[in-house]
Nanobody, 126 residues
Framework: QVQLVESGGGLVQAGGSLRLSCAAS????????MGWFRQAPGKERELVAT????????YYSGSVKGRFTISRDNAKNTVFLQMNSLKPEDTAVYYC???????????????????WGQGTQVTVSS
């Protein structure tokens, strides 16, 4: 069992930056690939970024590539999402997620997580 707790959301002006954190419980954090999803009002939840167990493989959706950076600290059981050049269309609830994968494997984009966090609200004003 893995529990995920997000933090770092808030209100920011367009062009600004936020850094989301996700703290995971348990001693097996490095056994999981991690990801960030988001859901805007009236829209389906979408994949934003993923990172492999070691951090060596990352993936970004086209809408955030070049602006967001996912990283992880396995010693601190934490995954981060650095969000720069934020746009109003980035407004959403952001969810941290974990998926059990073999070491060195990439998270398939249509593959659902094993665990979800509760979410943190990010609002970007124009």
């Amino acid at each position: 069992q893995v529990q995920l707790v997000e933090s770092g959301g808030g209100l920011v002006q367009a062009g600004g930056s936020l850094r989301l954190s996700c703290a995971a419980s348990g001693r097996t954090f490095s056994s999981y690939a991690m990801g960030w999803f988001r859901q805007a009002p009236g829209k389906e939840r979408e994949l934003v970024a993923t990172i492999s167990r070691s951090g060596g493989i990352t993936y970004y959706s086209g809408s955030v590539k070049g602006r967001f950076t996912i990283s992880r600290d396995n010693a601190k059981n934490t995954v981060f999402l650095q969000m720069n050049s934020l746009k109003p269309e980035d407004t959403a609830v952001y969810y941290c997620a974990a998926k059990s994968l073999l070491y060195g494997s990439a998270w398939a984009r249509d593959s659902q997580p094993d665990y979800w966090g509760q979410g943190t609200q990010v609002t970007v004003s124009s």
